[in-house]
């Protein structure tokens, strides 16, 4: 895959189905960090990785990570590229238990 100009918040790059994904860092309205995933070509998101809790904030590289519902399939697929390394924190999100991850980029080639 080839996607040009590398774009600095792009974290990790990998294929599903034959589509080009992204995970791309941004930030919350607070500076925390989020990961969202993209389609490469056209940045339509595909789904939004992280959780916010105002009440459990993390160092500025590190997420809480949305692991269950709709997100089951896709957080499998982006832990295995290698790209969030787990930091053993573990907090409720609603009904939900999430877990804290680092973000750690990984090579593109």
């Avoid at 080839?2 to 792009?10: K, Q, W």
């Avoid at 990785?49 to 904030?57: A, I, N, Q, R, T």
Wanted: hydrophobic share 40%; glycine share 6%; proline share 4%.
């Amino acid at each position: 895959m080839t996607i040009g100009t590398r774009d600095p918040s792009v974290v990790s790059v990998f294929t599903v189905d034959g589509i080009d994904l992204e995970v791309v860092r941004g930030t919350y309205t607070d500076g925390s960090a989020a990961l969202t995933v993209r389609e490469a070509m056209s940045h339509d998101p595909v789904a939004t990785l992280s959780v916010w809790l105002e009440d459990e904030p993390l160092p500025a590289d590190h997420i809480w990570l949305k692991t269950y519902s709709e997100n089951a399939q896709i957080a499998r697929i982006v832990l295995a590229t290698g790209c969030l390394e787990e930091t053993h924190h573990v907090t409720q999100a609603g009904y939900a238990m999430v877990h804290g991850y680092r973000i750690d980029e990984v090579s593109h080639d």
